[in-house]
């Protein structure tokens, strides 16, 4: 997927990271930390601490700090795929999905079951028809992809429902600091795994410090009995700077907020104005518009005129593109103009 | 088991991890190290080919860094499950075993198949009847919890009959640099999977940091394709840390593997001269010797003595008990000194 490509007058609308900068406590960590020995596998108690006041009816033990958000979905599908509560191994996902979801709900023995996204939202009448034969159902608003957000009240629906049937709900929320449009509605319930990550909000991608908050007890447990074989306590230096991370005041995230709305706007109106078919980003830094030709589009973008962008299909949408904006908008300004350059010259704009 | 507990006058024979310190060198990183962004999924260039110069043919290519050797398992054993070579989904397992590796085949949906340690060494004869019918064998040497290291002769059997059969080994070599009786010997073949990690050598054993060498391309293949999905890149400032560590002298080392041979002689001699039945460790810093009962030894010791040990069963070995050697002299004397008053007490000596 291109990971790692760069190079002078490269343009990436490719890899999900931020380009800003960490706050700067999260460096004090590294001048004061010296003790190396194995941590709690569940994650250090100060950092659990700090997070539990975040959530509702919480304690340091209904978290589970994890190798970033991707560990804590493995660590959770794995974990469900061992609950016998007569349901079928299956998974309800919303398409398009991040793409790794179907992998790690194979990975773990399961079946992914698709509910197709309508104008980039969940059709709640598919979505209830399917999920009563699933254990789980994987919700991600802001969602990657799409950057859309979900309605409060499908949210509401949805934790009724599965409630009602006993389903599982993996919600990843690594985004939910990211939302142009209203604040996060956390998912709540008793069978409710929310997924998050210091990545996006901190900009902290490669030191891999996500958790997973559950009031589920049993579920919390099972992730921990695994993650004592498969990987034993996440770096604890890492945990250290997340745990100065969340001493951060507001206004940082505000401020990253501002610069991120900024940019969608930007990019939306590019891309618009250029005549693409595209749902207006309402969180996170995607927008995924319709190519006519997403192959086509997505290699001489990057061979002819050195702009990467993502193939729609890696994420379920065979008829789109993904672009990151996680970028400078002077970059984003001349991507556009290349991606101009490239659609006319093909006649597709 | 324990994990975590502390307090005045406990003495732990518990938890394998090193009470020495990191090489000074390690906290360079600390101070210099400021991009966060991701990695590379395999892994850190500088860290993949400093390694690259400790292994034969080797290029930074053949190296995978994981969040500790755990990882490094779990994920050759999730690739190894998909490799469809017409053998069946079993592993064959010398037993007494590391505790997670049971789990670990378990996991990844496959079937431990156990041979029976004589004196603490691999029976040749069993293992080449077994071996024939699994898809992998992993091999411990030197080995938690026996502390024993496999002679080189039945090493170079091992690699000819696994190579010859097209069986795949997963050699977990974690305690390579503390042997006491040689030097160690690395298994080679195209279907060699070696694990090893930071944690032991260097003392880092918080940080997570291990990696996996195979000449399998595919099979490196596809464990960087599992850990896209799983974890992605490994905590890119411990990968850092660790990179400096590859920087170390040598007789950093040899000054460890001289204390560790002091602790080992006199835990050896005191548990030797009570009269108990143990193996003579040759590696690591473990010991297992014989205990009549030893879930009550485990229990009372840690109850009414402060002194923490593992049972054996945790690790495939019922009639024994699992001391770790890592502490300083005079508590390995102390807690000594506390297992003769119970056992003699029990009438056991």
Redesign the interface.
């Known amino acids: 997927m291109f ?2 490509v760069s190079g002078k007058n490269i343009i990436s609308f490719g ?1 999900g ?1 931020p380009d800003l900068s ?1 706050p700067n406590r999260v ?1 004090r960590a ?2 004061r ?9 569940q994650g250090n108690l100060n950092l659990r601490k700090a997070l539990a006041k975040q959530y509702p009816k919480s304690t340091a033990d209904n978290f589970v700090i994890t ?2 958000a ?2 804590a979905i ?1 660590l959770t599908l ?1 974990a469900l795929s061992k609950v016998n509560n007569k349901k079928k191994n299956r998974v309800l996902l919303p398409r398009p999905y991040y793409y ?1 979801y179907p ?2 709900i194979k ?1 773990a ?1 399961m079946e992914p079951v698709y509910t197709n996204l309508v104008e980039g939202r969940i059709d709640f009448d598919d979505f209830k028809k399917k999920v009563k034969n699933c254990k789980a159902v994987i919700i991600n608003s802001p969602s990657n992809p799409t950057g859309r957000v979900e309605s409060m009240e499908t949210l509401k629906k949805i934790e009724k429902i599965t409630n009602d049937l006993g389903i599982y709900v993996l919600s990843d929320e690594v985004y939910k600091d990211l939302i142009y449009i209203r604040e996060n509605y956390l998912i709540k319930g008793p069978r409710v795994i929310t997924v998050n990550s210091f990545s996006k909000t901190y ?6 410090i996500g958790y997973l908050w559950s009031l589920d007890e049993n579920l919390v447990n099972r992730v921990i009995e ?1 993650k ?11 945990q250290e700077m997340a745990y100065e991370a969340t001493k951060t005041p507001e206004k940082f995230i505000k401020k990253q907020v501002k610069i991120w709305r900024e940019r969608r706007d930007f990019i939306y109106k590019g891309l618009s104005d250029m005549g693409l078919d595209l749902w207006k980003p309402e969180g996170a830094f995607y927008v995924l518009p319709k190519i006519k030709n997403p192959r086509a589009f997505v290699w001489n973008m990057f061979k002819k005129y050195k702009v990467i962008t993502y193939l729609g299909e890696w994420f379920g949408a065979n008829d789109r593109v993904r672009f990151s904006y996680a970028l400078d908008i002077n970059k984003i300004k001349e991507g556009l103009k290349r991606v101009k350059k490239y659609l006319k010259i093909k006649g597709e704009i």
């Open positions: 990971i790692g890899s990271q960490p460096f590294m001048f930390y010296r003790n190396f020995k194995y941590g709690l596998i190798n970033g991707s560990e493995d794995r790794s992998y790690l990975f023995g900009n902290m991608c490669g030191l891999r695994t004592t074989h498969t990987s034993m306590n996440t770096n604890i230096l890492g």
